[in-house]
């Protein structure tokens, strides 16, 4: 710990300065490699990912991740888009019923603090369409006209009454932050990396994605995974050698804003309800005799194979219907059981992903957790139920997981894993990663998931019958770390990712703004059990 402590207080105030330093100079090559050896042979092991094994989609970042121009930088606070000035009314004439299957549609107007109109869009609203009374709801779309207003259009797919709120997430100025931060080819925060030598001499130091934001001075070590060529750095310990690290842990979160962003960020600002713009309105069913209380119409079953539209579904009686597949519901313990009779499930990713394992270990008491003494975030985690020849492991993604101390050969690469699965008809795979990859550039995440889908593709051509679900990533985060406009990212990154891929998509970012309840990154049970039965769903579609 005396180690820990004089090597921040080292770098600790010069972190920062050190960082914007290198912003200017280019990678250089880490003055010291250290590749550790496979931990098991593989026939996989492929040269590091190249650009070209991306979908069209994810090499063009800047049309991927295009967002409307935000306006020009100015220190004005006041000048910034507020909650409150900001309206919203009906598009066309208030209508006294509407009918079940149509669209509402409103016009919103941004506004700064003084009430001035903005004239160019980038704003973060978020519409949603409420019937509290019938525990329903559904996001609405909110296209950004780029003038200052924007066009909401909310689908009408439940009988009953119903109610239009638009929150501001962020308002066009904060955007401009989050964007430059995140463009700005630095880390955010830092992680530790712990040593540990033969004769019980231990060492902490920095490590991360990039030898820049390991805040060394001198050599760095890198570590690169020799299967999937994922990449990781520390600062090189001062008496230990590069493959005595053991443990992995988070570090700081660094210092990336001014006082004038904080500003604009501040909670009075932040996730804000506008003022009710349109009252409740009643939906109707559409024809005298057709007693239907959701606009549903006939969907096929659940199967992998074709993005999801938007919106992707809908809550009601607080069910989550999906609008392109027949979502099951698995009401009683054995309705889920002898859905996942025989299966292997193999759950990769964050915590937001854990909680599916974990509300299936609590649902269903037979599936038995196995105490492997994991007293770690990053698991293996693993519950079985003998009977019914079931496993359900969880795993966290590899680096740059933001964890307490972990072992580092904990850590797996998710493509690696994938690489080493056999697959088939009984084994499912689930991969939820995006919320500990917006402190880094887009290229981090767009490389990494580079070397995931090379694996899918290479397990799904090997066994087509394998499963694989996609977890996006959901709302949650608001500050520079983790912010609902990054995981809008990283979600357009993982549909582009898995595009053209026989891959089913869990929509977890709509299945977490479609409801009144506060934006929780880790969500409530009733949420979670949505997700879940739309995972099962495709697990057994009829
Ligand atoms: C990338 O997308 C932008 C915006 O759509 C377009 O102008 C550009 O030509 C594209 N570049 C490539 C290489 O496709
Ligand atoms: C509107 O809905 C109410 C209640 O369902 C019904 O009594 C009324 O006839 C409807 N009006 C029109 C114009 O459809
Ligand atoms: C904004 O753009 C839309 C679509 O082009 C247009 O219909 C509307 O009149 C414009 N509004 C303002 C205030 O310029
Ligand atoms: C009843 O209405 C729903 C929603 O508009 C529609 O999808 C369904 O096909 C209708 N059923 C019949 C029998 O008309």
Known sequence: MGQFKSYKTLTGGLIVLILVFYLMMSWPEPMNRWIPPPHRASKHASEPNNWDSLPQELTNLTSLLYWPPTG???????????????????KGPAQTNYTLGSNLEAILVARDHKGRPKTHGGDLFRAQLLGQELKAGVPGEVKDLENGTYLLSFPLLWAGPAQVQVRLIHSSEVVRVLQRVWKGKRATVDFRGYFRGRDGTQETVICNVDPQSTGAQGPTCQYRDVVSGELWFCAQPSTLPCDA?????????LKVTTRHDEELMAGSVTDQPLPSGISPILVTPAAIGNMSDVALPSRPPCRPGHLSPKPSGFYYQDRWHSTFCSSRSFPTVSSILNCLAGRIVYMMGDSTLRQWWEYLRDTVPSLKPVDLHVQYQAGPL???DTTRGTVLHWRAHSWPLRSRRTPVASLHSVARVLHGLAGGPYTVVVL???AHFTTFPPSIFARRLAGIREAVKALLDREPSTLVVIKLANTGYKSVYGSDWLTIQVNRFLRAAFDGLQVAFVDAWEMTSSLAVPDDIHPKRLIVRNEVELFLSFICPT
């Open 72 to 90: 020009g930088d100015k220190d004005d606070f006041l000048a910034s888009t507020s909650p409150r000035t900001s309206t919203y009314r009906l």
């Open 245 to 253: 690290l053991v443990g992995h842990s988070s570090g700081s979160y």
């Open 382 to 384: 693993m519950a079985v």
């Open 432 to 434: 939820g990663m995006g």
